[in-house]
């Protein structure tokens, strides 16, 4: 099968790889469609120890099943492998399963490929008319609703009166306002350092954007919900800022580095800060659910490219010349 193989730091080649063989509970799926995720990224720059080369990465992925007795079925891919015996897994958090695995990590080899192997409690059947570029943003847009979904729980307000900012205007910062405003939110403000993707973000989806290195555009202690789909010290001390007395910083972002939270304001404000991390497989179904009845905005805030263009798209990305929130392969 072709494949997008990631060899080392800046290097993927598309070349043949040898088709996985499903275990006795997995299914082996036909990618059709696969997004380019952040953590794709930190792993292309060397950044992911978890990750080591060579390695097929991808794990936002939607196909059909190819064997087994739902063969021919449209899903999409929930790449968190979890046992149902794990204790998490009993009490619905199978994300925080210290045995958990992914694809894209070893030993599962992920989905930019032409097949992935999958276990059949994985997949999530998808209708006849979602598109199948949709399906494949459930992974990220599943990411950004566990996020939203678990400050709203901690806020001390309706959603519909909370002041939210979303810092970042990639895939998970965009699809966190698009849930926050699908779960009640009316102000709602991302935050994005890059233009092209400001105007992505205004003209696809309308929300009020604005540049973070400009100073003062938003006060401090002015903000009920921050969401930090960064995760860089720029961007915790920008939520410390802004974040109101009493309010909720939820951390979603992923770069390396631990500095800028303002821990004397978050204790003495008591200001709840949470990490949010994946997602509940409810939070899974829930998240395909509204996209495929087209609940979720207008969707054009991505782009694809075929498979085999896949190096070039990574290149692109890491030079800031993508306008898309998110890049979906197609094979």
């Not at 698009?178 to 350092?193: L, N, P, Q, S």
Request: hydrophobic share 45%; aromatic share 6%; net charge negative.
């Amino acid at each position: 099968m072709k494949a997008l193989v990631y060899l080392g730091p800046n290097q993927m080649v598309h070349r043949n790889e040898p088709e996985p063989v499903p275990l006795a509970d997995e299914v082996l799926v036909r990618v059709e469609a696969v997004g380019i995720c952040g953590s794709d990224m930190h792993a292309y720059h060397g950044f992911d120890s978890r990750r080591p080369p060579p390695l097929i990465l991808g794990h936002e992925a939607a196909g059909r099943i190819v064997s087994g007795p739902r063969a021919g079925q449209r899903v999409t891919i929930n790449p968190l492998v979890v046992d149902p015996a794990c204790p998490y897994a009993i009490e619905g958090r199978w994300h925080l399963s210290p045995t958990r695995q992914i694809i894209s990590m070893p030993p599962r080899p992920g989905a930019f490929a032409e097949f992935v192997r999958i276990p059949l409690r994985n997949v999530v059947a998808i209708p006849d008319d979602m598109p199948i570029s949709t399906a494949a943003l459930a992974e990220p847009v599943a990411v950004a609703w566990h996020a939203v979904r678990i400050g709203m729980e901690r806020l001390h307000l309706p959603l519909a009166s909370a002041r939210v900012v979303v810092l970042g205007g990639g895939a998970i910062g965009l699809a966190s306002g698009i849930v926050a405003r699908h779960f009640g939110a009316h102000d709602v403000r991302i935050g994005e350092t890059n233009a092209m993707r400001r105007a992505t973000l205004s003209q696809h989806e309308h929300f009020e954007t604005y540049d973070p290195l400009v100073p003062g555009m938003i006060a401090d202690g002015t903000i009920d919900l921050v969401i930090d789909a960064v995760g860089a010290a720029a961007t915790r001390s920008a939520a410390s800022a802004m974040v109101r007395p009493g309010g909720v910083i939820v951390h979603v972002g992923l770069l390396p580095g631990q500095d800028g939270l303002d821990v004397r304001k978050i204790t003495l404000q008591e200001i709840t800060l949470m990490g949010s991390y994946c997602y509940t497989p409810t939070d899974f179904e829930d998240t395909v659910r509204a996209l495929a009845a087209r609940q979720l905005g207008g969707l054009g805030w991505f782009e694809e490219r075929p498979l085999a263009e896949g190096p070039a798209a990574f290149a692109a990305i890491d030079e800031g010349r993508i306008a898309a929130a998110k890049i979906v392969l197609r094979c």
